[in-house]
T-cell receptor, first 115, second 118 residues
Framework: ETGVTQTPRHLVMGMTNKKSLKCEQHLGHNAMYWYKQSAKKPLELMFVYNFKEQTENNSVPSRFSPECPNSSHLFLHLHTLQPEDSALYLC??????????????FGEGSWLTVV | AQKVTQAQTEISVVEKEDVTLDCVYETRDTTYYLFWYKQPPSGELVFLIRRNSFDEQNEISGRYSWNFQKSTSSFNFTITASQVVDSAVYFCALSEVNSGGGADGLTFGKGTHLIIQP
């Protein structure tokens, strides 16, 4: 059983819909991440939360809105998406770091299709 | 700026052959960490190994082995006696030390799609 769980695993939404992706980690970690994986592109870091505080936003469009209510849960709220936003969205977690190197553990991902 | 290059987009071998996946990285830091992840068709990225920049000792774990060479900025991954279950996309990744503290995430290569044919 994976330590990072994501729901839903598959989501199809229209461009005018509002939906959310949910992530929960059971590893006692303090940092959580959203990554986007598109076809033929490297994994892109979208957001980083450290102890519930957003520490990084990699120029992500405002139609993606993250929420981190506590260290174990992370959401990605989606609204008015575009077809090019169709991708695999991966949640991950790691121990809070004062230096890099802590291993990042990933969930199984949420496959998003925007129609 | 940091960068990870996996020049092999796709590799196909017959089961039981040995296969090496290449990874070349760029970084200005002297302290950094390198990772390999496996991504099966289900999508989850499975952690395989982490290596810090001060530890150039090669590592072996079962059929998997890793060759870290700072002189060539490479961190190659070899699967010995490959099996069909090894078929997946493999990612190499780099993490630099953040002097400001806090979580940073990883810089990934584009991945190598490994196909093991029975």
């Amino acid at each position: 059983e994976t330590g990072v769980t994501q729901t839903p695993r598959h989501l199809v939404m229209g461009m005018t819909n509002k939906k959310s992706l949910k992530c929960e980690q059971h590893l006692g970690h303090n940092a959580m991440y959203w990554y986007k994986q598109s076809a033929k592109k490297p994994l892109e870091l979208m957001f980083v939360y450290n102890f519930k505080e957003q520490t990084e936003n990699n120029s992500v469009p405002s139609r993606f809105s993250p929420e981190c209510p506590n260290s174990s849960h992370l959401f990605l709220h989606l609204h008015t998406l575009q077809p090019e936003d169709s991708a695999l969205y991966l949640c991950a977690s790691s121990q809070e770091r004062r230096s890099s190197g802590n291993t990042i553990y990933f969930g199984e991902g949420s496959w998003l299709t925007v129609v | 700026a940091q960068k990870v290059t996996q020049a092999q987009t796709e590799i196909s071998v017959v089961e039981k052959e040995d296969v090496t996946l290449d990874c070349v990285y760029e970084t200005r830091d002297t302290t950094y960490y390198l990772f390999w992840y496996k991504q099966p068709p289900s999508g989850e990225l499975v952690f395989l190994i982490r290596r810090n920049s001060f530890d150039e000792q090669n590592e072996i774990s079962g059929r998997y082995s890793w060759n870290f060479q700072k002189s060539t900025s490479s961190f190659n991954f070899t699967i010995t006696a490959s099996q069909v279950v090894d078929s997946a996309v493999y990612f190499c990744a780099l993490s630099e030390v953040n002097s400001g503290g806090g979580a940073d995430g990883l810089t990934f290569g584009k991945g190598t799609h490994l196909i093991i044919q029975p």
